[in-house]
């Protein structure tokens, strides 16, 4: 059927089936600014302006858009005029959204931006709960939602032609090309406040955070500024930048099988009805390839976990395992072709407690021969770490008190809002190209080389945009089922999950059990620290054993006690598999750790804070898990060159008010609602930075003949902002600005290795390698420069030279400029090429650290828990870009709320997921999230690039706890599991006055 829209201001037809969705309409026409998030019309992601009213168009049938108006980001500004000479001007949303540091992996950008617009039509002066409400339906995983409310209130600002000044800070934010309109820069000038519309605080219209500068190098030009991010501008106008915005001539659509059963034998399929549907191209089984097991876990060789995966196989071992793959020339072909495979299952026993795993009687979710490097199959053991400084046992019988507890860190997934997906290919040399979404290309394309029987050198991965990733593909999880589809049709194949599968088909955070118990003397000193924990894999292995190692690597090791002992099982199920999930393994170890300290302090009348500091590890004391574990592997000493933990403490604790409120009965009641109770809560915290002597990072950097340079990065940027802050260093040593840079990354033809984003390694470990590229070029320039200046028998050296505003200086005041330099060594004299490649790879691993308060509201009638205020106090070192670092954690304060008060996968006793949607499954919205406040207390790190530490996973460790510090400080009860849910706390209440 055809349909007539009036889309962007211009009349188009399209063909549509009947029953097709305006999304796929939309988006197989080319108009990728709008996004596939879900199926369900929860997410957002696809909305589009009908006739000026936000619609979700997965949910909405092309035929009923039909004779209707309808606006994307595409007919917003910019990129409408794309190919003219010039530019149009941007949106002010655009505009303030590129400003305001409000874009992170930018899926969820556009939608934002479409919404944001209908709110300002009709009411061009909101407030900030309008403005929140506005962008309920737009879920973001990223962000927090902070830097979009104000980028919206900025924008009315903007289009209500109030003066706006600049982003003002250390410096202004300079003007990218086609920004909405002309302004002036003003470093002096006072931002003014909006009024706050969530009943907390007035909301900041700067996205600066607040930055406690303790050590620092000499100025810097670039660095510690807050520069645009290089890749905003495209994602700001919806540019197809992400994997799925492609077309392809031939392109098929794959789907998968996936198993209904838990655990089961597949006795018999039939595919032949399957294959005999016209449109149908290949059908795959366990019986068409080979059976090579692997791991998804995307980690640097050799791989220390279970090698456990098949890309098919005769057994499932999860509701949602893989049982069949087909191609199809459509999507609905493809899911008719699903449907005519017929399965005979012989369904075997199944398990879902992690705890049963190990007794006897339990099934054995991996009774396979071939499968390798598990601990121990018969007992359902993936790994087991154990290691013990000093000697806990005896230590406990001389402690004064020794606290015990169980706790449960609950099973929660990442969520990223662009799901998995992935486009296979071979190019004209017969080459293998996957297209995908994921943290770790080089270790994708080096792990499928054997499933796939192919030499690494013939397959190329491209990582395009990343809409999300948070450890999730961080696995190699759709990329060998679509490669062998493309191998078996020799067509380019397509292949996405849907959100359900997302939830219960790809990969969860572990979920923990943890036994703590802990000796303590009178005046609070912990003299022991003994952690147990039993950690759910689910059906296979993935990050088995590094996960729970990171948990003990980071939970026991911020109180330094003299005997520390840890000790975990990580087991099967036939659950949903567990894998990498940002904070890997930390958040549960604090979970319980900060839980258990909390309920310490309190029974000894210790002031919680203090009580944390006298025990935390300090600036020059060993890291005392250091040379114990390392990834599975003795490591070496090492020593914490820097840690603010006792500044990150005094500065949360004062924004707070954390003295006025603590033990201040006044202001735990809420005035005439004697059904309220306010409480207020702490966790600190501590991560790493980047995995000591295993990860290497790469960058290479190359001089063009204008002046400018191309940056390639092995590295993956999710959207952390880690392309611009890699370039920020690369300006820094080469004294020109970041927009002289083409940044890319990554591709495994054209960048240098990277091991990929994970480990809160890329500005530490990528930045080391981009600083050392770029020190190799600058030498280069200075050499070229130096013959320049050394005429008419005057020497200047190069070591005399230095580089600051596009230009190498002489020390009499004589300058090249960067393109003199460019055009000299390309063209002019003793041609040749300015580049070079830089390597890191770390012998240590410096922790950041931080202390996370949160306040809440408890509802003692009905158990709910309102998270008010989250305050984080961290210590990342030297932060490059305070607005791109500010946003990590703020975006991970909120998703670290997530698993303290609202997410949690459900099973049903079957093992079927019970959730698997964004309505159920709750994730925080713009309209919920509490006031966010983050505060960097700097530290020079010796080690790192610039000084910095980490930033991306540490906020996702202390949020959760702080949170249940703060219930407890509340109400007075003790809630061990997490999440939060009302029905726990209401239940908790009750049973505590039946006391
Ligand atoms: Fe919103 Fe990534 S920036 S989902």
Redesign the pocket.
Known sequence: MQINLRLNNQDVEFEAAPGQHLLSVLRSNGVFGIKHGCETGECG?CAVLLDGRPVNTCVMLAAQASGHDITTIEGMGGAQMRGWRGSAPLHALQTAFIEMG????????PA?IVAASALLASQPNPSEMQVREALTG??????GYLK?VQAILRAAAMLRGEDVPLITADGAIPAPPGLFTPRQQNADFDLPEFAGGNGHTALKTTPMPTMVVTEREADRQYVGKPEVKVDALKLVQGHPAFTDDIEMRGMLVGKLLLSPHAHALIKHINVSRAHALPGVHAVLTHKDIPRVAYTTAGQSHPEPGPHDNFSLDHKVRFVGDRVAAVAAETEEIAQKALDLIEVEYEILPAFFDARNAMKPDTPIVHDEPESWRIEDKNRNLAAVIDWELGNCEEAFKTADYVFEDTYYSPKVQQT???PHVVVTWFDENDRLIIRTSTQVPFHVRRILAPVLGLPEKRIRVIKPRI??GFGVKQEVLLEDICAHLSIVTGRPVHMEYTRAEEFFASRTRHDMHLHVKTGVMKDGTIVANALHAISDTGAYGSHAMTVAGNTGHKAMALYNAPNIKFHADIVYTNKVPSGAYRGYGAPQGFWAVELHMEHIARSLGLDPLEFRLKNAIKAGDEHPVSKIWSEGREGAAEHINSCGLPECIDQGAAVIHWHDRFNNPDWHIVSGQPHLRRGIGVATVMQGTAIPNLDMGAASIKMNDDGSFNLLIGATDL?TGSDTVLTQMAAEVLGCPPEDFITYSSDTDFTPFDKGAYASSTTYISGRATVVAAEKVAQQMKEVAARMFSKDGETVSAEEITLHDRAAWSPDGRSVTHREIGLNSLHLEMQHQIMATGSYVSPESPPPFAAQFATVTVDTETGQVTVDELVMAVDSGVIINPVTASGQIE?GMVQAAGYGVCEELAFDEQGRGLNPRFGPYWIYRADDVPSLTTIFVETYEESGPFGAKAVAEIPLDGAGPAIANAMYDAVGVRIKDGPLYPEKVWRALKQKQQL
């Open positions: 992601a409000a874009i992170q992996c930018g899926y969820c950008t934002m737009v879920l973001c995983r990223c962000t979009p990223p809002i662009e809409g999300g959207g975006g």
